[in-house]
């Protein structure tokens, strides 16, 4: 790569922002400067050297944080994890509609995560549905509060609407029945006057007793 970190801090599943600790993991960590040029960034026809580098990717235990690192940047020159810049042409264009759960998980756990478009709105949603505050998720998310509300509301009008377009009851109040069960059980309250009890027929039979 170009520019060869000399970070130590340990290797993780998934690089925060900014992070570049991987780096030292990589098979091409320590190589010198103007060779890793020449290996990572060859001409478009030179397929001897594409070879080289695809080969020495392929060893590489860091190869998707290398792809990942080239991606979010918009690094579109060179090879990086393991993919020349035609091969990567694609995945730069459906960047922002990548969705990747773990990251997902990542970002509620707390990691300041790289988040795509579409990984970004799930987050929204389930903050919605987890019962987040404005505040919070602007803190989460570092956007304003009005912009924060905005989002949780638009939200919660997906949630409704999913439920309306398929039937998904809506839930009972229960501090409602809570209510109503309280003011049963109040002493105020009267209890039901008895029935009277209905007479026997005189024609009814009066078994054995009789």
Not at 5 to 29: F, K, N, Q
Not at 75 to 102: F, K, N, S, V
Not at 115 to 120: M, V
């Amino acid at each position: 790569m170009r520019h060869i970190t000399t970070h130590d801090a340990p290797a993780t599943g998934l690089r925060a922002i900014g992070d570049t600790s991987w780096h030292t993991y990589g098979v091409c960590h320590g190589m010198d400067p103007e060779d890793a040029d020449a290996v990572f960034f060859p001409l478009p026809r030179d397929y001897e050297a594409i070879a080289e580098a695809k080969e020495l990717c392929g060893l590489c235990p860091v190869r998707r944080d290398c792809l990942d690192f080239a991606l979010e940047n918009v690094l579109r020159e060179g090879i990086w994890g393991g993919l020349t810049e035609a091969e990567r042409r694609p995945w730069h264009d459906g960047l922002p509609q990548r969705l990747d759960y773990d990251r997902v998980v990542a970002f509620f756990n707390g990691r300041d995560v790289h988040l795509t478009e579409a990984e970004r709105q799930v987050v929204i949603d389930h903050a919605y549905v987890r019962g987040w505050r404005a505040d919070r998720l602007a803190c989460a998310l570092q956007i304003s509060h009005k912009h924060a509300r905005d989002l949780l509301r638009q939200a919660a009008n997906k949630v409704f609407d999913r439920d309306r377009n398929f039937g998904v009851p809506r839930r009972k109040n229960k501090n409602k029945k809570k209510k109503q069960a309280t003011s049963a059980s109040s002493p105020d309250t009267k209890p039901p006057a008895p029935r009277p009890a209905k007479s026997t027929s005189a024609t009814a039979p009066l078994g054995k007793a009789a």
